[in-house]
């Protein structure tokens, strides 16, 4: 045959061939495609490359990525330890456990970042180690918690693992086998994920932080596998799980409010619009890092599902308002329970900062907060802020005043926040705050370039601390700190707002009568709530003056108080420091007595008391070497109790602050009116006291009656001025017009601050 009688029948059977394959489904290797995916939820593929150029000229991050390789090779150089699990939080076992998950999340990372096989090697044999511990656990052996883990006593724990075991299995996925890949998923996270979920519908079908951890948990290693039906029961909950509503846990608490679970109704029901999480800072921060880190991997992921852009980007919103919630060293105010000292250079805030920079439209004032803490996360976000931060686009977080509204449709009250030169009220008339809320409507707490003046106590907890309680809440927190007493708040017959009943409490919020801060001279917060006592209205107005012949800004407090019945009222006053001197007279007992015998009372010394003869009481002290004095009008035959923490408390649990309670017996109704000033300072080393006394001569109700509140303040100076408020009308375009002492005061607005002279 000719040799182009070849070619030509081999180009026909090539033909051939092609038309049958445009015939024939092409098929593509999902094993394949899997592996170019990786790793993809937190760090990516095109995040490593622009990560591994920019090494060495980036500062922060470099410095960051040092400290994390010295940590891990450290714990690299030690061996991996998998205890049996048996301890509560602070326990041998619970701390080794939750390490391993915060090294392990870190060497994944370390191992994109520098293509280094050890840290390849320490997390798959980590994980492995893992696949085979876990199949032999049962539930933990501490039987304390409504939903007990097996690596852990509580699933809350557990999930927190589940979460950053996701990111190193991420990371380490492609430096994995298929078959080693099938069995951890098929021994170790398929299983943990049906158990934090289909086997603890009770922990994971809830509105709670405990059920943001679950969702997120599942989300997160459904993401890494690419698990679709994991990553529907992460975002949207258990399906066809009959669950009470109102089901309680060992805290207090419901599952959800209207049939909605999952990561998207956790979203929708403890946020406000504005960025405010319902249970408080302390738990916000807690929360923040599963809500940005899954939103993170799902617009790495799940673009589609636009998770940043949720509820008008409310978690790129909370990163702003939970900054704003801190004093001026980045402490987080204590709002419910909360723990002192926590701050906004825990790691989830590291880490909320970066995704919200990076994510939310590269704010500048951000990139301060970043350099304050001087770490970022080694990821795609971490770059962008230490990039931004190399070319000097930082610009200050300026916090100013600011009222974050409560509820999730920003209905449910509000925590104002008034920011006067070096003073900081944080003012609370919220709703609950699920169940870690407190009873203490209208309460507040001030701050003086960080530091506390007047407190609100927090929590009864020593946090993973073994020796207390295993680490977890005391009963102190239910007998004391949850108790209306332990607050600067109104006490109605010794008895706490709402009973001191959750179920009654989360209920009811209380409403906003004024926030107005426009004027830097004058800035007010004023709430009202008629469901603490049933048939008692509160309402506290707190104000923030500075006057330029005075130093310093001062505070004005006004709680007024009616009811359809008589009763007995106290306003506790939980101020630190040592006294320095009183306006009156006092006894002081030789054994304290405890105050009450329960709601709080029982925690409560008597230590000194006094009668008032009707005029103003002053108390002036120091604390860290500066000088405060609190003013307040009293009645004839008001008693005053001075009063400290830690009576009934024979392990020791509670710290023994001071207090001052003004205390007005058989009253239908009352006006308690007081005056804060921070005015002078003390050198311990020049032995120098400034300003030492109060600059305050009298403070003096004018008027009270249910249209208009009115009260004199008369300063040493010889400045005369009168603060009106009206009780029923607060519409800022109203005109009014009242005679004081024979002069007549018009105003337009809720409010006037008028001077005498």
């Known amino acids: 045959m000719h040799i182009s009688n070849y070619i030509k029948k081999g180009l026909f059977l090539l033909v051939i061939m092609v038309l049958m394959s445009c015939n024939k489904e092409i098929k593509p290797n999902k094993q394949v495609a899997l592996e170019a995916n990786h790793p993809s939820i937190i760090l990516t593929k095109e995040g490593v490359k622009s990560i591994r150029k920019h090494l060495g000229t980036i500062p922060i991050f470099d410095t960051t990525l040092e400290a994390t390789k010295a940590q891990v090779d450290a714990e690299i150089e030690k061996g991996i330890d998998l205890p049996v699990p048996k301890d509560y939080s602070g326990g041998y076992t619970h701390e080794t456990h939750k390490k391993n998950f915060l090294i392990a999340q870190k060497a994944g990372v370390l191992y994109q970042i520098l293509d280094d096989k050890k840290y390849g090697d320490y997390v798959k044999d980590m994980l492995f180690g893992y696949a085979k511990l876990y199949p032999t656990l049962s539930k933990h052996p501490q039987p304390r918690s409504y939903a007990r883990g097996k690596i852990f006593w509580q699933c809350l724990n557990d999930s927190n693992w589940l979460v950053y075991m996701s990111q190193a299995y991420d990371c380490v996925y492609n430096f994995l086998s298929d078959e080693e890949r099938n069995r951890l998923e098929n021994d170790l996270f398929k299983p943990f994920a049906d158990y934090i979920s289909k086997e603890n519908p009770q922990f994971f079908n809830r509105v709670h932080n405990h059920s943001t951890w679950g969702n997120v948990a599942v989300g997160m290693i459904a993401l890494v596998m690419e698990d679709d039906s994991l990553l529907q029961r992460a975002l949207y909950g258990l399906k066809d799980v009959n669950l009470d509503k109102?089901?309680?846990?060992?805290?207090?608490?419901?599952?959800?409010?209207?049939?909605?679970?999952?990561?998207?109704?956790?979203?929708?029901?403890?946020?406000?619009?504005?960025?405010?999480?319902?249970?408080?800072?302390?738990?916000?921060?807690?929360?923040?890092?599963?809500?940005?880190?899954?939103?993170?991997?799902?617009?790495?992921?799940?673009?589609?599902?636009?998770?940043?852009?949720?509820?008008?980007?409310?978690?790129?919103?909370?990163?702003?308002?939970?900054?704003?919630?801190?004093?001026?060293?980045?402490?987080?105010?204590?709002?419910?329970?909360?723990?002192?000292?926590?701050?906004?250079?825990?790691?989830?805030?590291?880490?909320?900062?970066?995704?919200?920079?990076?994510?939310?439209?590269?704010?500048?004032?951000?990139?301060?907060?970043?350099?304050?803490?001087?770490?970022?996360?080694?990821?795609?976000?971490?770059?962008?802020?230490?990039?931004?931060?190399?070319?000097?686009?930082?610009?200050?977080?300026?916090?100013?005043?600011?009222?974050?509204?409560?509820?999730?449709?920003?209905?449910?009250?509000?925590?104002?926040?008034?920011?006067?030169?070096d003073l900081e009220v944080v003012y609370k008339y919220t709703t609950h705050g699920l169940s870690h809320g407190h009873y203490d409507k209208l309460s507040y707490s001030l701050f003086d370039e960080g530091d506390e003046v007047a407190q609100d106590y927090g929590l009864a907890r020593f946090v993973n601390i073994e020796q207390k309680g295993g680490g977890n809440y005391l009963k102190e927190n239910k007998t004391w700190a949850k108790q209306t007493i332990a607050h600067n708040t109104i006490v109605q017959n010794e008895t706490s707002h709402f009973k001191g009943k959750y179920d009654i409490?989360?209920?009811?919020?209380?409403?906003?009568?004024?926030?107005?801060?426009?004027?830097?001279?004058?800035?007010?917060?004023?709430?009202?709530?008629?469901?603490?006592?049933?048939?008692?209205?509160?309402?506290?107005?707190?104000?923030?003056?500075?006057?330029?012949?005075?130093?310093?800004?001062?505070?004005?407090?006004?709680?007024?108080?009616?009811?359809?019945?008589?009763?007995?009222?106290?306003?506790?006053?939980?101020?630190?420091?040592?006294?320095?001197?009183?306006?009156?007279?006092?006894?002081?007992?030789?054994?304290?007595?405890?105050?009450?015998?329960?709601?709080?009372?029982?925690?409560?010394?008597?230590?000194?008391?006094?009668?008032?003869?009707?005029?103003?009481?002053?108390?002036?002290?120091?604390?860290?070497?500066?000088?405060?004095?609190?003013?307040?009008?009293?009645?004839?035959?008001?008693?005053?109790?001075?009063?400290?923490?830690?009576?009934?408390?024979?392990?020791?649990?509670?710290?023994?602050?001071?207090?001052?309670?003004?205390?007005?017996?058989?009253?239908?109704?009352?006006?308690?009116?007081?005056?804060?000033?921070?005015?002078?300072?003390?050198?311990?080393?020049?032995?120098?006291?400034?300003?030492?006394?109060s600059n305050i001569e009298n403070v003096q109700v004018l008027l009270n009656s249910e249209d208009y509140t009115a009260v004199k303040i008369e300063i040493k100076n010889g400045i005369k001025q009168v603060f009106i408020i009206s009780n029923k009308n607060n519409s800022p375009n109203k005109e009014h017009s009242i005679s004081l002492k024979g002069k007549n005061i018009k105003w337009k607005g809720a409010y006037t601050l008028t001077n005498l002279n």
């Not at 805290?251 to 999952?262: R, S």
């Not at 109704?265 to 599963?290: I, K």
């Not at 008391?609 to 120091?622: C, H, V």
């Open 505 to 693: 409490g989360s209920k009811h919020h209380s409403e906003k009568y004024i926030f107005d801060t426009r004027n830097e001279t004058i800035q007010l917060a004023s709430a009202k709530d008629v469901n603490a006592y049933p048939g008692t209205e509160l309402h506290r107005t707190m104000v923030t003056i500075k006057d330029s012949v005075y130093s310093n800004p001062y505070v004005l407090d006004i709680m007024r108080v009616t009811s359809d019945t008589s009763n007995q009222y106290d306003l506790p006053f939980y101020y630190l420091g040592q006294i320095m001197q009183t306006s009156f007279e006092y006894s002081k007992l030789k054994t304290p007595e405890v105050l009450g015998s329960k709601n709080g009372y029982q925690h409560l010394y008597r230590e000194a008391s006094a009668t008032s003869n009707g005029e103003n009481i002053k108390l002036n002290w120091l604390n860290k070497n500066k000088f405060y004095s609190y003013t307040a009008t009293t009645l004839k035959g008001d008693e005053i109790i001075f009063g400290r923490i830690g009576a009934n408390d024979p392990e020791f649990n509670l710290r023994n602050d001071p207090t001052l309670i003004l205390r007005r017996k058989n009253a239908k109704d009352a006006l308690y009116v007081s005056i804060i000033e921070s005015h002078g300072t003390y050198s311990p080393v020049s032995e120098f006291a400034v300003n030492a006394y």
């Open 246 to 421: 109102k089901m309680k846990d060992n805290d207090g608490g419901y599952i959800n409010q209207d049939g909605k679970v999952g990561f998207f109704a956790n979203l929708d029901e403890p946020f406000s619009p504005d960025g405010y999480y319902t249970e408080g800072p302390y738990y916000q921060r807690y929360a923040s890092y599963p809500f940005l880190i899954f939103a993170q991997a799902l617009q790495n992921k799940k673009p589609e599902l636009k998770a940043f852009q949720y509820k008008d980007s409310v978690l790129l919103k909370s990163v702003s308002a939970l900054i704003n919630l801190s004093d001026a060293d980045g402490d987080f105010f204590l709002l419910n329970d909360a723990q002192k000292g926590m701050s906004y250079y825990a790691r989830s805030l590291v880490s909320a900062v970066d995704i919200a920079y990076h994510f939310g439209g590269n704010n500048p004032e951000l990139l301060s907060i970043a350099e304050n803490q001087n770490m970022v996360t080694l990821d795609d976000a971490g770059l962008a802020v230490a990039l931004a931060i190399k070319e000097e686009k930082t610009t200050p977080f300026n916090k100013k005043s600011i009222e974050l509204l409560d509820g999730p449709n920003g209905d449910q009250g509000a925590v104002g926040i008034l920011r006067s030169g």
